[in-house]
């Protein structure tokens, strides 16, 4: 078990004098810009067919707010790098454009798969992020955890549960839940986590019986993991300093998703113009590099 010897209390204040240290560069001006071309681009399909109840749903996600939580923003752009991948599958393009008729068609064709090739490099960027962010947070509460028979129950009850999560998952895939239906029961399951952290800080649930055999453990940490789910926490200074340039990336992904979405419905309608072609791969070129900025430097400072 790690000293706690000199721990400080992980407050709001704490936390804020750390991130003092690390400023995020800001995101490129291209991300609004870009972010309003594809949207307005959107906003003209809409007019070549009424939207199916599936786009409006979209179109309301889309011009609304992103989540307030990092961690929740993370998620919701993984769900939408993954339909994004789904609908540039070419058994999912419109006729007119599988048929590849025209030179423009080709020439289309050619850019859906390099926009492919930079969706699938981030989405496989961001899976390893969380995935390895998910180890370091257990890790680094169980460096304080005693290295005995308690700390090995902590760690079969993690294990259990990360077993039981996966189950959840394949069942739900196997039985052809959408991707949607997939990132609900995600996003639900990282909720779990955090309400088990929060159950070791305060002697609940799972934990009840075992946290009370945990001398030594420091209390700032408890106290911390005790209120790691509040809205005015010490984790809100994390989404004041670091949240905004996610949420634009999380509408800039969103606003993609959905010009995608109506273009496929509409295609035969009015093919995409160069100017068009020009602006989406801007759009995703800016998207897949500032977000992988994005995690790559978050990384250091993820708490969940």
């Known amino acids: 078990m790690a000293s706690t010897e000199g721990l400080m209390p992980i407050t709001r204040a704490f936390l804020s004098s750390y991130y003092d240290k690390y400023p995020f560069s800001p995101l490129s001006q291209d991300v609004s810009r870009l972010t309003d071309e594809i949207h307005s681009m959107a906003k003209n399909l809409q007019k070549d067919a009424p939207l199916t109840e599936g786009e409006s749903s979209l179109v309301l996600e889309a011009e609304s707010h992103p989540p307030h939580k990092v961690d929740e923003n993370l998620w919701k752009n993984r769900e939408q790098l993954e339909e994004i991948l789904f609908l540039l599958e070419s058994s ?107 159950q070791l800080g305060s002697a609940t649930g799972v934990y009840k019986t075992l946290v009370k055999y945990l001398v030594g453990v420091p209390q700032v940490l408890l106290d911390f993991v005790q209120k790691i789910n509040d ?68 990384r250091y400072f993820m708490l969940l």
């Open 92 to 198: 999912n393009w419109p006729p007119a454009l599988q048929w590849q008729s025209t030179t423009e068609d080709v020439e289309l064709v050619s850019v859906l798969g390099r926009l492919g090739e930079k969706f699938q490099s981030t989405l496989k960027s961001l899976q390893t992020f969380q995935s390895k962010n998910s180890e370091f947070v257990f890790n680094t509460v169980m460096t304080y955890m005693p290295q005995d028979f308690r700390g090995t129950l902590i760690r079969q009850q993690r294990e259990r549960s990360e077993r039981n999560k996966q189950a959840e998952v394949d069942a739900l895939i196997n039985s052809g839940g959408s991707i949607r239906d997939q990132y609900a029961l995600l996003w639900n399951q990282q909720m779990e986590r955090r309400r088990q952290l929060a």
């Open 231 to 298: 809205d005015d926490g010490p984790m809100e200074e994390q989404r004041q300093r670091y949240g905004p340039p996610l949420y634009s990336l999380t509408k800039m992904v969103l606003n993609i998703r959905l010009f995608l979405s109506l273009l496929w419905r509409r295609f035969e309608a009015g093919k995409l113009s160069r100017s068009q072609i020009t602006v989406l791969e801007e759009a995703v070129d800016i998207y897949t590099s500032e977000f992988q900025r994005f995690i790559t430097f978050i």
